[in-house]
């Protein structure tokens, strides 16, 4: 028996919290790139600032934290943004996460990787559960004698929200939650994380050219930057229909952004097929209907989440050259 289909209210709100919360932690590590390099005084304590970290351990995964930190004096931060659901499994997964990068002895620098002699690990966290992440991660694991879950040192939780025109970072005020260890660097994070006001006039150079983060990225996100950025630039400009292939867009997303697959974009098309904006030609390659008129890309991205709930009719109908394709293979077998 199959299951019921979503309410269509309730599929808008999933997507729009996934593109949301994919958004924010792009965002989040926007700024820190911002803050670790562009500020003359702490730019200069910054040997290279990492926000696509592949770190190799020797076990099965590598460590792949949202970003790291490489300083001049050989020691290094890394960070992880997580939207925590407080329930035990999901705790456990982010303290098995930190413990991890607790252990790592090298990250990335320009050439490669870099050894270090000390780390400082950052948990990002929404506004809404940080001292309840204190609570969660410090005292019921890490100070429970009998939970497995024992770094080196306490993690530095770190709660965030966001307006219409900054982010507000502040350590979260308890002495049981880990600090940032400057090791005498003049200025250094720790000394300032007490809160940190980051206009998003700030990172917003950065974010242009970095639209994305070490999470999986989610298809209603992909679909935005493809509408506005990827596609625009493959058709030098023009509002049109068109052709596209999983491969040649992923050639495009990395050559842009350093992130994306073709899996990512197959993805994605299935959530444009779903809205009615795309079609699968069955050769290998989709056709995509011109972008929906929307007020920014928080607007398209609640256009197609809409469309795609309401099973909207669709915009497009496969290509000429595909359908000749397919109607030939088929006449081999009458």
Known sequence: ??????????????????????????????????????????????????????????????????????????????????????????????????????????????????????????????????????????????????????????????????????????????????????????PHLGARIRKINVPASGFTAIKATSKFMNDPIKPLYLAVILYTQVWPTEQKGKVAETRVTPAETARTLQKLYRAGTANDVRSTMALLISAGLAVDNKDGTYTVAKSPRAKGEHDLARIIAQRSADRAKPLVRPSRTAATALSNQLALFD
């Open 1 to 186: 028996m199959s299951k019921n289909p979503e309410d269509p209210r309730a599929a808008v709100q999933r997507l729009m919290r996934e593109y949301e919360t994919y958004d924010q932690a792009v965002d989040v590590v926007s700024a820190f790139e911002f803050l670790f390099t562009l500020p003359k005084d702490m730019a200069a304590t910054v040997q290279h600032f990492e926000r696509f970290p592949k770190i190799p351990t020797g076990a099965s995964d590598p460590d792949t934290p949202d970003l790291t930190v490489l300083f001049t004096d050989g020691t290094a931060l890394v960070g992880e943004v997580a939207r925590l659901s407080l329930q035990p499994k999901s705790v456990d997964s982010a303290c098995d996460q930190l413990l991890r990068y607790n252990n790592l002895t090298r990250v990335h620098d320009a050439a490669g990787f870099a050894n270090v002699t000390d780390v400082d690990v950052v948990l990002f966290v929404p506004l809404d559960i940080g001292p309840d992440a204190v609570d969660r991660i410090i005292y019921e694991r890490m100070l429970d004698s009998t939970h497995p879950y024992k770094p080196s040192k306490a993690p530095c939780i770190v709660q965030f929200a966001r307006d219409p025109d900054r982010y507000m970072f502040q350590r979260i005020n308890d002495a049981k939650n880990g600090s940032i260890d400057g090791h005498g660097r003049e």
